[in-house]
């Protein structure tokens, strides 16, 4: 049902790039900013990137989120074990009247 | 350190009311800057945002499109805290609940703290 579609699964070894995509629309990505979040099984998300590019304190600088017309990337640089987790794009939706949430992305550690 | 404490049941019955409350710590309900939410995820739908209250000058609410019919957030200053109220429940409002605070009043704003979560099931 979500109108932010992001590929349901990704993997890569320790150390490597992993990047994941969050495909949107004129009525969510291209208008408004983008959020991702990190969950952790069990765990309730966690913030990850704000504002498309923005880092909270504390999370470190090998996540990077980037936006391009109606579409968001986020990159995990110097993959580690403990980023096994679903990942999740975020924005708020004119049509909708919404903040909508992207389908989600099971990140696996090989 | 803001902190969220979830309670309620966790069994409902189907055309029944869904009854969540979620107490703040290290945070004002009424504060000027932030947005109290609630958000809500199944296997079938997804992380699902539900509705949000905040407090500029007087209480506003926004509501998911979806639900609009059947839900109420309200906030409680005394106890600083705030709730949820989904009404005629079936079996699909089968989901984790959790309330959140969005770091800014503004739409679309980033969801920095979130309560626990709490699993409840619409179930006879």
């Known amino acids: 049902q979500s109108v932010l579609t992001q590929p349901p699964s990704a993997s890569g070894t320790p150390g490597q790039r992993v990047t994941i995509s969050c495909s949107g629309s004129?009525?969510?990505?291209?208008?408004?900013?983008v959020n991702w979040y990190q969950q952790l099984p069990g765990s309730a998300p966690k913030l990850l990137i704000y504002s498309n590019n923005q880092r909270p304190s504390g999370v470190p600088d090998r996540f990077s989120g980037s936006k391009s017309g109606t579409s968001a990337s986020l990159a995990i640089i110097g993959l580690q074990s403990e980023d096994e987790a679903d990942y999740y794009c975020?924005?708020?939706?004119?049509?909708?009247?919404?903040?909508?949430f992207g389908t989600g992305t099971k990140v696996t550690v090989l | 350190q803001v902190q969220l404490q979830q309670s309620g049941p966790g069994l409902v019955k189907p055309s029944q009311t869904l009854s969540l409350t979620c107490a703040i710590s290290g945070d004002s309900v009424s504060t000027n800057s932030a947005a109290w939410n609630w958000i809500r995820q199944s296997p079938s739908r997804g992380l699902e945002w539900l509705g949000r209250?905040?407090?500029?000058?007087?209480?506003?609410?926004d509501y998911a499109v979806s639900v609009k019919s059947r839900i109420t957030i309200n906030a409680d200053t005394s106890k600083n805290q705030f709730s949820l109220q989904l009404n005629s429940v079936t079996p699909e409002d089968t989901a984790v609940y959790y309330c959140?605070?969005?770091?800014?009043?503004?739409?679309?704003?980033?969801?920095?703290?979130w309560g626990q979560g709490t699993q409840v099931t619409v179930s006879s």
């Open positions: 959140a605070r969005a770091l800014w009043r503004r739409l679309g704003s980033p969801i920095d703290y």
């Open positions: 975020a924005a708020w939706d004119d049509s909708l009247i919404g903040y909508v």
């Open positions: 004129s009525s969510n990505i291209r208008s408004n900013t």
């Open positions: 209250t905040y407090y500029t000058s007087k209480w506003y609410n």
